[in-house]
């Protein structure tokens, strides 16, 4: 796994997942590695309650009832649609439950404009039909006809994003659980894909996506729908912030100590810019940004690493301000605008009336955005 920039949940977790496998004694829903109570578990952590050996880390952070609705949808034979504003951790559960579930969760077609029906069926190896011609050997299944072929999840990110050409295709594969092939010789049954008990299918939206390639009716039928909310609560989006951070801190093998005050500024910062852009008359008047927990953990990242390899090789709250002013002002002059707003209206009488980290995290910004102006 260390030579990997990025593994897998079921890489990552091979070890919890594979003692997870052999003490679960609960019923399994067709070919699932896991129970649902035990892919719950795995998803969410372990409890006290619960009277394991051994502590299960808490990997997503939401509420439980998202994550059961999700699993029993799969239990079914309904597809997943995993719903929300961006950076709210659609595409971490869904390849978690995919992990847990088929301990597989590399089987994914990416929705964008250019995304074809044989990204979500099949292709052929040209070499191969010029030599030998067209036969199931010559064909190129795609991640989700391998999920059907297997009995295991296949992923489809971004679902909006995708023509409706792809759309109306996916409707097709969800409701017969077959894909046909016709250019194979249907004598031996070879000109039809069945999908094998196991299977269906997590696709993932952002909210924000409305109106680019809106879901038909008839495919809003064969999905579930799961919205994930945005995080508000201070305590939620903390826990979220200090497990992805420890999870870089890791990766790069740097001692560096974030410390609780500065971690509240950027708590608090992310809360006062939502609550601004909520209060905005227009779209002019909010920042671009989601703002969502996984820029606020992107902030803290760059922070982090600038720190480490530039700084003094501790945190500080003048890095802070100057990563968050990078990362959040996207558009010239009117996010710098807002933020200099922010700044100047509530961090300066902030750090006038508490101290702490405010003043240095107000100049910091500052600094940030005069150099950008």
Do not use: C
């Not at 034979?77 to 597989?104: F, H, Q, Y």
């Not at 299977?199 to 999905?223: E, M, P, W, Y």
């Not at 990242?301 to 968050?324: K, M, V, W, Y």
């Amino acid at each position: 796994m260390s030579d990997l920039l990025r593994a897998p949940a079921e890489i990552k977790y091979a070890e919890e997942l594979d003692w997870l496998e052999s003490i679960d004694d609960h019923p399994k829903p067709f070919s699932w590695r896991l129970s649902p109570k035990m892919v719950r578990l795995f998803i969410l952590g372990s409890e006290r309650a619960d009277g394991l050996d051994r502590d299960v880390s808490q990997k997503w952070f939401g509420d439980r009832s998202f994550v059961e609705r999700s699993i029993v949808t799969l239990a079914s034979d309904r597809g997943l649609l995993l719903i929300g504003d961006p950076g709210t951790g659609k595409s971490w559960l869904a390849e978690l439950l995919s992990a847990a579930i088929s301990r597989n969760s590399t089987q994914v077609v990416q929705g964008t404009a250019g995304t074809t029906e044989d990204h979500i069926k099949y292709s052929w190896n040209v070499s191969m039909v010029i030599a030998k011609g067209q036969s199931r050997a010559s064909m190129i299944p795609s991640p989700i006809m391998t999920a059907m072929e297997t009995g295991t999840i296949g992923r489809f990110e971004e679902l909006t994003r995708s023509t409706s050409d792809v759309q109306d295709a996916l409707i097709s594969i969800l409701s017969e659980k077959y894909i046909s092939v016709p250019e194979l010789d249907g004598a031996d049954g070879e000109n039809i894909v069945f999908a094998k008990p196991g299977f269906s299918v997590i696709a993932t939206a952002n909210s924000r996506d409305r109106g680019v390639n809106d879901l038909s009716s008839a495919l809003k039928r064969r999905f579930n729908f799961v919205r994930i909310p945005v995080v508000t609560n201070k305590k939620s989006e903390a826990e979220i912030v200090r497990f992805r951070t420890e999870e870089l801190l890791r990766r790069h093998a740097i001692e560096l100590d974030v410390p609780p005050t500065l971690l509240d500024v950027l708590l608090q910062s992310f809360a006062d810019l939502r609550a601004s852009a909520a209060a905005a008359g227009s779209d002019d008047e909010k920042l671009e940004s989601a703002l969502s927990t996984a820029e606020q953990i992107g902030v803290l990242e760059d922070s982090i690493l600038h720190s480490n390899f530039f700084g003094e090789r501790t945190l500080t709250a003048r890095a802070l301000a100057a990563s968050l002013v990078g990362t959040l002002a996207r558009r010239e002059p009117e996010d710098l605008a807002i933020l200099n707003k922010y700044l100047h209206g509530v961090v300066e009488p902030r750090g006038k009336e508490e101290g702490g980290s405010w003043p240095e995290f107000l100049e910091g910004g500052r600094e940030a955005i005069a150099k950008l102006s």
